[in-house]
């Protein structure tokens, strides 16, 4: 998967290249390419950046750039939550998890890239990628405020996702 990034102005940040994990999460990556080929992923902000932990993005529902974001990281797509893939692979640096609420089972179209090394979430979130290109595109997505749990104000965005064979 292919994503151009932009800031909140529209200006190009780079491109970073996560290789989806078919083989560890089936269901999960269908979703994934499923979302990024109709082009619903494209123009989702970064809602939730937490230096030294992770990019969440993803929201289809209510995280489109330039319209009000503000519920951004409560909503899904129009498909069906789907039931956890738990695997051995370890949360790193770079990884891509699919996030979810505190069901394990609730996973739907929003994921997130770790910045660090995250083996806590081991075995409690269902890991689809990892990032093979584009650290410095990764690092440089605007950060939240901690003390809103990471939340971004005038935040980068996804603004195109393409999935590379």
Excluded: C
Excluded at 30 to 36: G, K, N, P, S, T
Excluded at 63 to 75: H, N
Excluded at 106 to 132: E, K, M, R, W
């Amino acid at each position: 998967m292919v994503i151009q990034i932009a800031d909140a102005e529209g200006n190009d940040k780079g491109t970073i290249t996560l290789d989806l994990l078919a083989d560890k999460a089936p269901q999960h990556v269908e979703r994934l390419v499923e979302l990024a080929e109709a082009g619903a992923y494209d123009g989702v902000v970064f809602h939730r950046v937490i230096d030294g932990f992770m990019a969440q993005t993803g929201d289809v529902q209510h995280g489109k750039q330039g319209g009000d974001t503000s519920m951004a990281g409560t909503g899904g797509s129009d498909m069906p939550d789907l039931p956890a893939e738990f695997s051995d692979v370890s949360f790193q640096a770079g990884t891509v998890g699919m996030a979810r609420s505190q069901d394990p089972n609730s996973a739907n179209s929003q994921f997130f890239i770790d910045l660090a090394p995250a083996t806590f979430l081991d075995g409690q979130y269902t890991v689809v990628g990892q990032l093979i290109d584009g650290w410095d595109v990764l690092t440089a997505i605007k950060k939240g405020d901690s003390a809103q749990n990471g939340a971004v104000t005038a935040p980068d965005y996804m603004a195109k996702v393409t999935i590379a064979e």
